[in-house]
Each structure stands twice: as C-alpha cells, then as structure tokens.
C-alpha cells in the first residue's frame, strides 16, 4: 500500500449511505475519487465488475482493494482498523460536559439545545449517521418546510445548526457505558474511551431484516434494505418491496421510477402507513405499477451473487400472518419470478451498549423513560442519563416527536447538570471557610 493510500467511492445521487460513506471519510481528511454511477452505464457496470458483481451503492477501494459499502467501512472504523488502513491518527477520548448518542433528529436537536445551554456537547455520529431520516428522500409533513424537504438536507442543516452553537460531532460507535461511578465512562467500539456528565441516548434504530433463507446470502446482490440507494441498478425489473408502514409504501412508490412492476407484499390487509401514502399507492395500483400482494409472507429468496434474484418464495392466508397458520389447508404457497428485493419491515432500537447500566428497557430495547407531565420526562432510572427518540419511541416515530424529545432531553440534562454544579459547589464551601480562618 502506498504512503497516501487512494480512496476511491462509487455513488449515485439519493443515496444516503453513499453520503454517510463521504461524510465519513471527510471527517478523517481523506481525500478520495468520486464515480458517480447515477447515469453513466459504463461506471455502473465497471463497478459491479470491480465489486465481484455486487449491485450496490456506495462501493469503496483502497488502493484497488475493494474494501465494500458503507457498512463496512464503518465496521473497520468501529474497529479501528480503518485509520490505519487510510494513515489517519486517532483521536483520543476527553471528559465532555454532555455527550448525546446518536445524530438523527433527535439527538441533534439535543445538541442545539445543549450547545445554547453551554454544556459543551459532543455527538457521537453512530453506525447510521443522520438516522431513519437520511433514508427519507421527501419530508413533506415537517413545520415550516411548505414545499417539503429531503430527509439528509434537514440533517445536514440540523447538523450545521448544532455546531454553530458550540457542539462537536464525532464519527463513532458507542461500544459501552459504565454507570457504576461518575462520571460516566463511555467506550468506543474503536477503544477510544470518553466520560461525561450527563448523557442523552438517542441512537435510534437499525432496520429490520427477515431473516429467510437467502436473504443474507443475496444482501447486496439483488437484495437491499435501501431503495433509494439501489433502485436504479435494475431498471425494467420487477422488484418485490417487503412491508406495510411508511417506509415500505415510499420505497414502493419510489422503485415504480426503474421497475417494470413492483410488488407490495404485507403480511395482514390492512396497511399501517399514514393516508398519503395509502392513497399515493393506490393511485400507483389503478395505474398499473404496483400490485399489492397482501396477507402474505416470504419464505425463501432464490438467486446467486452471480445471476442476482430471481424469485422469492411465499405463502398467503386470508387472514393474514401465514407463516404462523403454515399447517392450515387455506394457507396457499406461491412464487413470483423477480430481480430485486427490498426490506422495509420496521426498526430494533440501538440500546444494547446500556446493557449493565441500570437503564430499564422493555423485551424488545426500548427504553422505559419516565414520561408523564412536568419537567424530567425523559429521565431513565439511572440520574445522569436521558432518552430521546426512536429507542423510547416505537408508537409515533416521527421527526417531529423525535425533534421535541431531544429539545425534552436537553433540557432536563440541563437541569441535572446545574443540580449537580450546586452540589459540587456546597460540597467545596466548608472548605474554602475553613482556609479563610
């Protein structure tokens, strides 16, 4: 490898890992080569033959080392390996005031409101910098955006606004925190260790995957958990998009852009998504684009990394959750000859480096915040930590409940840590009395 090794990236435009990926590296000062695949077939296919055919987006060599997607080179950087392997220096941990886990919306906003408070905040980014949100391409319901807004440019603007006010922002993934004493000792997955204050825990949450035979097989050869990253890498398919909220009714409507027909499968009949989007793929069904495929679930993904997907495995049952009813003579099995598979299936929340803190989740992680009226209702049951956003939240998760819990969880930081300056202060008087005499 060379001194200065040479970082190339392969992008395409809407692709929020690939921004996640730059944003990484730019932050260690590396410089690298851009190949946007967007529109240009050549690049498209040059990288998936330097990616041993994998079909998606951002794809990063290291001196023509194919190192892979995002993913991994967070993983190397969790690692540490990644600063040696681009001959950066580590950064080494300080004590912080407050350090807010997680830089979706919520925590963000937690760092504007922490840097105004002068509590001197320190962001770790996390394994999905940005959050759920940098996966949106249109936020058309946030106040004061009447035209909508992409999901990674509010971020980035919550980002820019965080740090104008006083907060820094680390690329990180917390590994632990140790709650036995204070200040609270925080590790990186890197090994870079921190302690703080005061922390606010919004790590949000990771997506979800099905877990059927030959989903992680396929996982980047066919199959994606991001639409809007690898939609555009099979053009005149017919694609199935996995799930019934939200998520899974955007990314349909969104892959009828490239695919020749897109299939919606949920397991019940009812979708969870909000009326726009119910009322958006329904325009998209009577025109032909969309074909809902309900009270159904997959079984099996078919393919190889050579020849992508080609087909996936079902079974349906008239009152939905087939794969629970497998032995009922109406569950029928069925399978449909596609190209691509897309995951949209809801999120787990990233909460298990509070494992051995005292913090009270529930059987899934989500952590049990006090709530309720009147100030501290983002209080855990350890004094010092606070959450915000999707890992409290699995009811609305919206950006604007997030945004106001973060608000929520700044403030009532803010009050433990003046509490605390006035404890530290009354403990020091005797003292200083006592040297006056």
């Not at 726009?276 to 997959?298: F, H, K, P, T």
Request: aromatic content about 6%.
């Amino acid at each position: 490898m060379s001194e200065t090794p040479h970082v190339e990236v392969y992008t395409a435009e809407e692709c929020p890992y690939c921004e996640r990926a730059k944003e990484l590296l730019e932050a260690k000062g590396v410089e690298y080569e851009l190949h946007d695949v967007t529109d240009d077939d050549e690049a498209r296919a040059a990288m998936v033959e330097r990616a041993e055919g994998r079909q998606t987006v951002p794809e990063i060599f290291v001196d023509d080392e194919l190192i892979g997607g995002y993913d991994e080179l967070a993983e190397l950087d969790e690692s540490g390996e990644l600063d040696d392997l681009l001959g950066v220096e580590s950064t080494d941990g300080t004590h912080r005031r407050m350090i807010v886990a997680g830089s979706g919306i919520s925590g963000l906003t937690a760092a504007i409101y922490a840097g105004r408070a002068n509590n001197d905040p320190l962001v770790i980014e996390g394994g999905e910098p940005g959050g759920q949100l940098t996966l949106t391409t249109d936020v058309a319901n946030y106040p004061g955006f009447p035209e909508g807004i992409s999901g990674p440019e509010l971020i980035d603007r919550m980002k820019r606004q965080a740090k104008r006010f006083g907060a820094a922002v680390e690329h990180g993934v917390i590994e632990s925190v140790d709650a036995s004493s204070r200040p609270f000792r925080v590790e990186l997955k890197d090994g870079t260790v921190y302690t703080t204050d005061s922390l606010v825990v919004a790590s949000g949450a990771s997506a979800r995957t099905l877990g059927v035979p030959g989903e992680d097989e396929l996982m980047g050869y066919g199959v994606s958990t991001c639409a809007t990253c690898d939609g555009a890498f099979f053009r005149d398919e017919e694609m199935v998009v996995v799930g019934g909220g939200d998520a899974a009714c955007e990314e349909a409507s969104f892959l009828t852009k490239f695919a020749k027909k897109v299939y919606l499968v949920h397991r019940r009949e009812e979708f969870r998504a909000e009326g726009y989007w119910v009322d958006r793929i329904e325009e998209q069904v009577e025109a032909g684009e969309i074909e809902l495929v309900l009270n159904s679930e997959v079984t099996e993904i078919h393919g190889s990394p050579e020849a992508g997907v080609e087909s996936v495995d079902l079974v349906r049952h008239p009152e939905g959750r087939p794969t629970a009813k497998l032995d009922d003579p109406e569950t029928e099995e069925f399978d449909l000859d596609v190209g691509a598979f897309f995951v949209a299936i809801g999120h787990t929340p990233n909460t298990g480096f509070l494992e051995g803190t005292g913090v009270e989740m529930d059987s899934e992680g989500y952590i049990e915040a006090r709530d309720g009226t009147g100030g501290g209702q983002t209080k855990t049951d350890v004094e010092g930590i606070f959450a915000a956003g999707d890992v409290v939240d699995f009811h609305y998760q919206q950006a604007i409940t997030a945004g106001g819990m973060g608000c929520k969880a700044a403030i009532d930081a803010d009050d433990y840590l003046d509490d605390l300056d006035r404890e530290v202060a009354g403990s020091a008087e005797p003292a200083l009395a006592e040297s006056d005499d």
